[in-house]
T-cell receptor, first 113, second 113 residues
Framework: GDSVTQMEGPVTLSEEAFLTINCTYT??????LFWYVQYPGEGLQLLLK?????DKGSNKGFEATYRKETTSFHLEKGSVQVSDSAVYFC????????????FGKGTTLSVSS | DSGVTQTPKHLITATGQRVTLRCSPR?????VYWYQQSLDQGLQFLIQ???????AKGNILERFSAQQFPDLHSELNLSSLELGDSALYFC????????????FGQGTRLTVV
């Protein structure tokens, strides 16, 4: 079935460093792709999304591009802040294939000043 | 505040018992998802409902069941509880099935002793 694989964490960076969190997916159909973020003690929040190949989602300085040829949706940010410390989840949804919103295992990001 | 309400926030119960977790979706959202989050398994999709009908099923144990009522709130019933069922259970809702944003509640932390 459909699945999402994320790079293992934790990822530890200094403030203003460049961030990449890798995400690849397996899907039988044409899924939509998402990045969600979970801050300590809270539920998940949508960070960005892309609904078709070559779309770029962006929000709060984060970006990810839907790459069908490499089945990837890597999350990037040019300059991280301490406030970006959280757990990041890559996810896909493909209702036409009967796939609800499924998530990768999550990547913990810790940013120090 | 996502608009999704989960009750109770915390639940401590003994092995073998049965509990019910409740979720009220955002106003206007027809789709409800249930997830189990544990340290070793990550965020596992359990089940999805859309307008009262089961839409997709994930890794939900036979001891677990769910339903969505005519007023669109949902309940997750967990029975014959085991120590390994201790986890954070999240409910999420969305307007429709598919490539739309899902809004998450704060979760119910279940501890089985």
């Amino acid at each position: 079935g459909d699945s999402v694989t994320q790079m293992e964490g934790p990822v530890t960076l200094s403030e203003e460093a460049f961030l990449t969190i890798n995400c690849t997916y397996t899907a039988t159909g044409y899924p939509s792709l998402f990045w969600y973020v979970q801050y300590p003690g809270e539920g998940l929040q949508l960070l960005l999304k892309a609904t078709k190949a070559d779309d770029k989602g962006s929000n709060k300085g984060f970006e990810a591009t839907y790459r069908k040829e490499t089945t990837s949706f890597h999350l990037e940010k040019g300059s991280v802040q301490v406030s970006d410390s959280a757990v990041y989840f890559c996810a896909l949804s493909d209702p036409q294939a009967g796939t609800a919103l499924i998530f990768g295992k999550g990547t913990t990001l810790s940013v120090s000043s | 505040d996502s608009g999704v309400t989960q009750t109770p926030k915390h639940l401590i119960t003994a092995t073998g018992q049965r509990v019910t977790l409740r979720c009220s979706p955002r106003s206007g959202d027809l789709s409800v998802y249930w997830y189990q989050q544990s340290l070793d398994q990550g965020l596992q999709f359990l089940i999805q409902y859309y307008n009262g009908e089961e839409r997709a099923k994930g890794n939900i144990l036979e001891r677990f069941s769910a339903q969505q009522f005519p007023d669109l709130h949902s309940e997750l019933n967990l029975s014959s509880l085991e120590l390994g069922d201790s986890a954070l259970y999240f409910c999420a809702s969305s307007v429709e099935v598919g490539n739309t944003e899902a809004f998450f509640g704060q979760g119910t932390r279940l501890t089985v002793v």
